[in-house]
């Protein structure tokens, strides 16, 4: 199994990034996949998670009318368009197989590599 993020990279606060998860020995069709960020001196934090099957999502507060997570089951790559970049956003960004629980997101065994985000004027 693997997960690897890619799509990070410099942007203006206002800007879009799109994250792109790509992932291997996984079929999204049964497997959820979310999206975590990890800043600096910070606890990590779940951003957007997609369910399964009918493909439900899951938002952290934060990001809520600016992220939207989304996936291509041909490609079996999910993504994450980050629109109106703030400066609180810049983290790394990790991918990994989720259980979706009422309160949010569980992170389970697999996880990519991070992509760093940067938010600067």
């Known amino acids: 199994v693997q997960l690897q993020a890619s799509g990070g990279g410099l942007a203006q606060p206002g800007e879009s990034l799109r994250l792109s998860c790509a992932v291997s020995?996984?079929?999204?069709?049964?497997?959820?996949i979310g999206w975590f960020r990890q800043a600096p001196g910070k606890e990590r934090e779940g951003v957007a998670c997609m369910s399964s099957g009918a493909g439900s999502t899951d938002y952290t507060d934060a990001v809520k009318g600016r992220f939207t997570i989304s996936r291509d089951y041909a490609k079996n790559t999910v993504y994450l368009q980050m629109n109106s970049l703030k400066p609180e956003d810049p983290a790394v960004y990790y991918c990994a197989e989720v259980l979706l629980v009422p309160l949010g997101c569980v992170p389970l065994d697999y996880w990519g590599k991070g992509t760093q985000v940067t938010v600067s004027s």
């Open positions: 020995g996984l079929s999204l069709e049964y497997h959820a």
